[in-house]
DNA sequence: AGTTTTTTTGGCAGCGCTACCATTTTATGG
DNA sequence: CCATAAAATGGTAGCGCTGCCAAAAAAACT
């Protein structure tokens, strides 16, 4: 047990007791809002500082009107897209003395609804969410709840009340032009989840219609139900030129799956791109930095979650923001 | 403004009243705690379906004695390891109804201190760290806390109470040793901000020694005084082996390190690893599926936030945990 | 010195819940 | 049928703060 537990900690009643003021002084100084004299405050300063005294935000929530949590119900960790755009909105909520607080759904609509429950027992001040596709129960609760809902990374759909990122549909349209302007025929897909990742699906969807479009369907594609990896891009692409290898081009739902692809042509010594052309989405850097810069979309990520809290924090009126994306031409297609 | 905001929120005194029953039945009930007819319990659900009552954990935390919080302080979002680790301990957390907060100090022990000042204003049932390297004063706030202290990551020190992790000195020691064993006599060295990230200098200074012990001094070596990347792993070993190019094998900080010094041989056409050698640290999934499997230690970084979640919920008494790790001989050294 | 204004301060009622205790109701047993 | 145990229920005092209001002290004018 090492630690001494148990004891009950110091509370403004005790530091008020201290310093031989009033605890609503205590408090004053402490949040240094209201008026009190220099010498009050370094009475009190003082008495704090000798008792080792901690507020308690619990209790001080409590009593005040809103909180100042912001709850992060998000799809994956281990995705980087979430890790960017947490860091992205952890600097401005903490600059402004906002707790971040979060959850992890694995794409996964009726966790995400169960987490969104029971994130809204904390009462926070906001709801950050991936994209646009909720149950009726997850909508039903935000709607009823007091506080913000920011739907983040999509812009395809209807905002529930805020909304920050960039159309998906205008990326995998984007990719698909991009392939076709450089003449490649015969393109193919490898992907995981779509039901899932809902983002996903709808680049993928985009990008068939937008080859169909222009008269060059998709000539075979490969999807794993599972979460994306740079192992499932491998087999992936495998799988997919084991079927269909007069293909001179795959797309394929990421830069992690498709780092996977361009493994597997490195060591099959399949030449990028005159054989196989390859891209991505996301931009991740380490695309930048690959013996051949990966062609794919960049998307800004980390700009979405800061802009997403500085809405939150300047308690902005309700908007959907299309931060846009940059394609990324590099050398792989 | 869209949704219905600044309507005050339904409480457990309303749900009561609408029940027809007693403030602590419905408190009972919901909790599944204490005893209640199943006639009542319907009641009570009923009522709480109706209004839509959500349970407000602040008051309730405020009201019962330990939170069921748990705090992370993590040095990055980035770095994969500290999602795994995230990740690990989620799953267990919720299972026991415990909610996670974090901040990220960005590997700056003095933000490290003033997050974990400012985590412990939520009062949590236990604070998590990274590795043993804390400010006086952190150390000294979480001694006076009444909360459970983990550190994690690393096991070269003295644990506050809770420690669960591997030897990053016996990683970088069995790293010297097995590119000793393999015959390479010139190794040099990239990593990234040794001060900040104490457990990548463990692991160097280890690394160091072992070989200077064994009649081979590092040969030469560059280090980064920033965050680990794919990019600068690249530049690194660019540097390095302009300066010092006769180089046999080169240990990075990390496996992201890594995998840009092996995007380096890849665009110079140096070939892995009867040239040049490649050792890296974590053993992430993607050294699998590299054209060459990539030689590293794997960390059980999951396991680690599995087991620090465990520990928490049961209420473990101090003790430090060495889950140790697994050398992968790979294809790159 | 007496007023008026401004600044500083303390008291205390909640915030919404849980924990404890007292009370009522129901079940059990001789 | 009454005594006794067990189960179910309600009342209420806090948890540690904040926000409001009134009171006291200090400053600014006549």
Redesign the pocket.
């Given at each position: 047990m090492g630690t001494s537990r148990n004891q009950?900690?110091v509370?403004?009643?005790q530091v008020a007791e201290a310093a031989?003021?009033?605890?609503?002084?205590v408090?004053?100084v402490?949040?240094n809002?209201?008026?009190?004299?220099g010498?009050?405050r370094d009475r009190v300063m003082t008495a704090v500082e000798r008792l080792g005294?901690v507020?308690?935000r619990i209790?001080?929530t409590?009593?005040?009107?809103g909180s100042r949590l912001v709850a992060f119900v998000i799809p994956s960790l281990s995705n980087i897209v979430f890790a960017d755009v947490l860091r992205g909105a952890g600097a401005t909520l903490e600059e402004h003395q906002y707790q971040a607080v979060f959850a992890v759904t694995d794409y996964d609509p009726a966790r995400e609804e169960a987490l969104v429950a029971s994130m809204l027992a904390w009462r926070p001040a906001a709801v950050m969410l991936a994209g646009y596709e909720h149950t009726e129960r997850t909508i039903k609760m935000l709607r009823a709840a007091n506080c913000r809902v920011v739907e983040m990374l999509d812009v395809d759909g209807t905002a529930l009340d805020l909304a920050v990122g960039f159309s998906n549909r205008a990326a995998g349209r984007a990719s698909a032009e991009f392939l076709l302007k450089r003449g490649y025929r015969r393109i193919g897909y490898v992907g995981h989840d779509l039901d899932r990742d809902t983002r996903a699906g709808k680049r993928y969807s985009s990008f068939c219609e937008t080859l169909s479009a222009n008269g060059v369907p998709l000539a075979d594609r490969e999807i794993y139900r599972e979460a994306s990896s740079v192992e499932r891009g491998r087999l992936g692409l495998d799988l997919l030129l084991a079927r269909t290898p007069d293909l001179d081009a795959v797309y394929f739902s990421n830069d992690d799956m498709a780092l996977g692809g361009y493994f597997h042509c490195l060591a099959l010594g399949i030449v990028i791109p005159s054989q196989l052309a390859i891209f991505g989405y996301n931009g991740l850097d380490l695309g930048r930095v690959m013996p051949q810069a990966l062609s794919t979309i960049r998307t800004p990520r980390v700009a979405t979650g800061q802009l997403a809290a500085k809405l939150i924090v300047d308690n902005a009126p309700s908007q959907v923001i299309d931060l846009g994306f940059e394609l990324i031409e590099g050398a792989t297609a």
């Open positions: 009950t900690a509370t403004l009643a031989g003021v009033g605890e609503s002084t408090s004053r402490l949040r809002h209201g008026s009190f004299s010498k009050t005294y507020p308690n209790a001080g409590l009593a005040s009107t």
